[in-house]
């Protein structure tokens, strides 16, 4: 059997550390479409790293409709150690067409919101709810790992708040 000196095996060592080490993410200039809060992970830490409002949604089943502007997403700090993702994405669309997004994707159409229950204030934010808002949500029947949380505020046209999360099975 042949051996190989340590020198050289130490080297080789060197070499692949140094190789992998370069092989991380790019510079921060190219974290631009991705909105990281304090409380967020950081990109590098983020599956998330170049998530747009649309992706996040679909994600979780979802599609933004038509028509709708202003569309951001946030990527989240998971709540618990049995959240494995989360998202706020908020964008705005006439109120008639909020309320279809409502009664899509399995999200089973908007009830009268009168207030937010401490986990929905949590993936949804420290929301004020008006007279005249509506929430919905549900789990996404094809993968009921993804909660979805809805609040459409009460103007037209209107602000609509979106949580998702990702439970672990």
Known sequence: MRTVPANRTTAVAVLLVGALAGCGTSGPEDRSTTVVTAASPTPEESPAEQMTAEQALQRAGLALPQGSGGAEVEVLEPRAPTVEEAYRVTFVLDRPAALEFCASGGLGGDLPAVGLTDDERQVLGDLTVAEGSRLCGSQ??????????????????????????????
């Open 140 to 169: 996404w029947p094809d993968d009921p790992s993804w909660q979805r949380t809805v609040l459409i505020d009460p103007d037209d046209p209107t602000t609509v708040h979106v949580g998702i999360e990702r439970w672990s099975r």
